[in-house]
């Protein structure tokens, strides 16, 4: 009864744990909003509040809906290896060098909910 017991709260654990990864189980990433919003503050926020260097400006809804058309795939590419457009230029990891993949994905999924626009995937 007892490794049972134990057999049961281990898994629960574990469950608990992975799915907390921010993976939905299909391999897609979820956005963690709280997360998003911390590292934009980190890091994000010093181009996008205003649009400094040519950066899409959080209040800049047409830019924002230009950006989210290329696809969430495409947008977290160009965030972690750097990118540039017509506007200027994003930074590898937007000077962000420590943010992981997940962070990268959720500071996006932040900025565009405060823009008000969504991408596909």
Not at 8 to 20: D, G, K, M, P, Y
Request: charged residues 20%; proline residues 2%; hydrophobic residues 40%.
């Amino acid at each position: 009864m007892k490794t049972i017991l134990k057999i049961t709260l281990v898994s629960a654990f574990v469950s608990l744990i992975i799915s907390s990864c921010g993976s939905s189980g299909s391999g897609e990433m979820v956005a963690n909003l709280e997360n998003g919003k911390v590292i934009y503050n980190k890091a994000c926020i010093a181009c996008h509040w205003k649009g400094v260097a040519g950066a899409a400006a959080l209040e800049d809804k047409p830019r924002w809906e230009e950006i989210a058309a290329k696809g969430m795939t495409v947008l977290l590419e160009h965030s972690i290896k750097g990118y540039t457009g017509k506007f200027g230029v994003m930074p590898e990891k937007g000077t962000c060098l420590d943010c992981s993949e997940q962070d990268m994905y959720d500071a996006i999924s932040f900025m565009m909910g405060e823009a008000g626009v969504t991408a596909s995937k």
